[in-house]
């Protein structure tokens, strides 16, 4: 693997490829108290973020650390970017300081894919944290790994997708994925949060969820990402809620091994109740911490094993 910057076109050996790396990982590490590995020594690792983060970038930052590299974090707040420098000179002076790899969040879509053109020369991996309303491939990664562990193999389970699918990089890269793993999805909105084009995605649609929950595996809550909702006809939160938020009411509906998911930040009260968020069916805290171990694992792919970049 030269760069990760999307799920879309990512093939079934190389996602599991990952994913055992990071049960593995998870596995090795599990119950030391010194969680250090020596594979990265000596490699340099940069995140670059332009949009706010927590999860993606402290365990990114974590990831790093627990394979010994050097991480350097960048956000484009306290960065010459602040001063007018492009992305293409930003991208190139980190690669000339020394960056093995670039981990990248940038409001266009698109941005990480050009990132890659541009660091081809100096040989920088570059990895997508998030690129507009585009993908968010190691989202959809730490994702999966959480419904392996809970589930077993994903095929032929169905999985539903619910909310803001319009603005999500998450649902995205999930539908993706999770489609290539074997398992069906459903995508669960309103007509205003669907994509143009959704037809042509291995998905099928539904606007009523109480409709959905009974037949779920599991049920990944999506966020509402108000930054995007520029005019257009959405849903107000109090709508949004009754019709597409998980109630308790509507977690009775769902069959007793179902997983509740959400990427984060949540939306308590709106997307999700607090009480479905802390019951024993949400996964949310094992995503989170799935995502060090898959991001530990795409870190190595990328800069250790034999397929990686020289
Ligand atoms: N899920 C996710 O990408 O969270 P952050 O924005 O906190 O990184």
Not at 37 to 66: D, H
Not at 128 to 135: F, L, P, Q, S, V
Request: with cysteine; net charge neutral; proline share 5%.
């Amino acid at each position: 693997m030269k760069h990760l910057l999307a799920t879309d076109g990512l093939d079934a050996d190389t996602a599991t490829a990952v994913l055992d790396t990071a049960d593995e990982l998870k596995h090795t590490l599990l119950g030391r108290e010194v969680k250090k590995l020596p594979t990265l020594r000596g490699r340099t690792v940069i995140t670059l973020f332009y949009e706010n983060s927590t999860r993606t970038r402290v365990s990114f930052e974590i990831a790093g650390k627990w394979m010994s590299a050097d991480v350097i974090n960048v956000s484009a707040s306290s960065s010459s970017v602040n001063k007018g420098e492009s992305l293409r000179d930003t991208a190139l002076t980190l690669a000339a300081a020394g960056a093995d790899c670039v981990i990248v969040r940038h409001p266009a879509s698109g941005a990480a894919h050009r990132l890659s053109g541009w660091l081809a020369g100096p040989g920088t991996a570059v990895v997508n944290a998030g690129d507009g309303m585009h993908e968010h491939p190691t989202q959809a990664l730490l994702d999966a790994a959480t419904l392996r562990e809970r589930l077993g193999s994903l095929k032929d389970r169905r999985i539903a997708i619910v909310g803001d699918v319009l603005h999500s990089r998450v649902a995205r890269s999930n539908i993706h994925l999770l489609s290539t793993l074997g398992a069906e999805v459903v995508l669960v909105a309103p007509p205003t949060l669907l994509p143009v084009g959704v037809e042509k995605l291995p998905v099928t649609v539904s606007h009523d969820l109480d409709a959905e929950l009974p037949a779920a595996d599991a049920v990944m809550m999506l966020r509402v990402q108000a930054e995007r909702m520029h005019g257009g006809f959405f849903p107000s939160a109090r709508e949004y809620s009754i019709s597409y938020g998980l109630s308790e009411r509507r977690q009775a509906l769902l069959p007793d091994h179902a997983v509740v998911l959400h990427p984060g930040p949540m939306l308590r009260g709106m997307e999700i109740a607090s009480a479905v968020a802390d019951s024993p069916s949400s996964a949310i805290t094992e995503q989170v911490r799935n995502g060090v171990h898959v991001r530990m694992a795409v870190l190595y792919h990328l800069l250790a094993s034999e397929g990686a970049a020289a």
